[in-house]
């Protein structure tokens, strides 16, 4: 009987030193306990001490070719999406000395129409899926919403992680997903956007970069631009360190992608600035990193052609 007692101690002992899931051994790996105060100090130094260095015309030539060129409007219509490309096309020959943009970023409906009449080599086609922007939606719908984005010509896909299963703790069911649907992309990127206005803290905004990273994401995104706030200077800081920590630890480069409340230049001579600051020259090139937007092409064009120019 003693022994029996014994044995129970044992077990009873093992129950207390619970195991970690291999997710919380993977966030183990990289430093989450991080304190929001210090972001703020740290992204208030950098915008007083670096930015006015970057604020030049190189920089704001190659933010042009960095530009996703963005349409996600509720009143999108083959007509409008098919003008919106034509406009990319006609900027080639009008501005033959400028770097085109990065990307056009649209509707899954409107991936064909978006293949179809591009006609500048190098310009990616980037879908929203997986049930943008709220990322509420059964799995199966996430992955036929997707294939089918990437049937009709999509050549990048833009997911937004599943937050609620995130702010419940189930990151199992975050990494599921975000797994599932890099399998379906397979060699096409795939960006993942954290929402980070929802996740409120640098450390949730920390873990969540990690996980969509360890998950299979090629990007990380801060936010869909369809809810309040969107990109912040702090958000963007924690991913990138989170980015720079992923690389050390794996050897693998993820690219970063601001989005949403890219309002004027300086805005995005803040996140050029970040990203340089951070993770340094191998980040800046308009492979690994993006900007969300459409207003900000008009604002760069405008200050590029010295005159106020409207093109897009």
């Given at each position: ?5 014994q044995h129970h101690e044992h077990e ?122 709220s990322s509420q939606a059964l799995i ?173």
């Amino acid at each position: 009987m003693a022994e029996n007692h014994q044995h129970h101690e044992h077990e009873h002992h093992h129950e207390h030193a619970p195991r970690l899931s291999k997710y919380e051994e993977a966030l183990s790996k990289y430093k989450t306990d991080i304190n929001d105060a210090e972001v703020n100090n740290a992204v208030k130094k950098i915008i007083a001490e670096q930015v006015h260095e970057n604020d030049t015309m190189e920089v704001k030539r190659f933010l042009m070719g960095s530009i996703e060129l963005t349409t996600l409007k509720t009143t999108d219509s083959e007509e409008s999406v098919m003008a919106f490309t034509e406009k990319v096309n006609h900027f080639d020959e009008v501005y033959a000395d400028l770097p085109h943009v990065a990307t056009i970023c649209v509707y899954p409906c409107f991936a064909k129409i978006v293949s179809e009449t591009l006609e500048i080599d190098g310009v990616e086609i980037a879908c929203v899926s997986g049930s943008f922007p709220s990322s509420q939606a059964l799995i199966e719908v996430k992955v036929a919403e997707t294939a089918l984005a990437i049937k009709d010509g999509a050549t990048e896909i833009d997911i937004v992680m599943p937050v609620g299963k995130f702010l419940s703790g189930d990151y199992e069911g975050v990494c599921d997903d975000i797994n599932e649907l890099k399998q379906t992309c397979g060699d096409k990127a795939m960006k993942v956007i954290l929402e980070t206005g929802c996740l409120k803290t640098a450390e949730n905004i920390k873990k969540a970069s990690i996980l969509s990273m360890y998950a299979g994401a090629d990007y990380i995104k801060t936010s869909t631009g369809k809810l309040e706030p969107a990109a912040t200077p702090e958000a963007a800081y924690v991913m990138c360190q989170a980015i720079k920590e992923y690389y050390e630890e794996t050897g693998i480069q993820i690219g970063f992608k601001p989005a949403g409340g890219i309002n004027s230049v300086m805005d995005a001579l803040i996140y050029y600035t970040i990203v340089k600051e951070v993770l340094g020259e191998k980040w800046l090139t308009n492979k690994w990193f993006r900007l969300g937007t459409s207003r900000l092409a008009n604002m760069l064009l405008s200050e590029l052609t010295g005159k106020e120019t409207k093109f897009f």
